[in-house]
Nanobody, 124 residues
Framework: QVQLVESGGGSVQAGGSLRLSCAAS??????MAWFRQAPGKERQGLAA???????RYANSAKGRFTISKDNAEGTLYLQMNSLKPEDTGMYYC????????????????????WGQGTQVTVSS
């Protein structure tokens, strides 16, 4: 019954922008986050928003990416600007009913529910 559905991925040239969306339904979550996984690499936390309204960002995302949430609709967003080729990968939305440890960057082990991912490709 818990559903997380990402959208907004695609191909963009270096320096461009994309806005990812995650439609969430079925539960009230304590924390929601965005992760990226490049081929052959571990899943990397980018940004998270917690139930107290606080935000956490990875150094690679800080200053370029902005996480936000539409509380009325339960939709999570990731605005990505000044994209670089190293930003290429599968982007996943994640959520958990329990409040995670305050870890920077967000850690995948703290999240139970995951979307299927949306591909982002940044070319030079």
């Amino acid at each position: 019954q818990v559903q997380l559905v990402e959208s907004g991925g695609g191909s963009v040239q270096a320096g461009g922008s994309l806005r990812l969306s995650c439609a969430a339904s079925g539960k009230r979550y304590c924390s929601m986050a965005w992760f990226r996984q490049a081929p052959g690499k571990e899943r990397q936390g980018l940004a998270a928003v917690d139930s107290d309204g606080s935000f956490r960002y990875a150094n690679s995302a800080k200053g370029r990416f902005t996480i936000s949430k539409d509380n009325a609709e339960g939709t999570l967003y990731l605005q990505m600007n000044s994209l670089k080729p190293e930003d290429t990968g599968m982007y996943y939305c994640a959520a958990d009913l329990l409040c995670p440890r305050h870890r920077i960057p967000p850690h995948p082990d703290d999240y139970t529910y995951w979307g299927q991912g949306t591909q982002v490709t940044v070319s030079s």
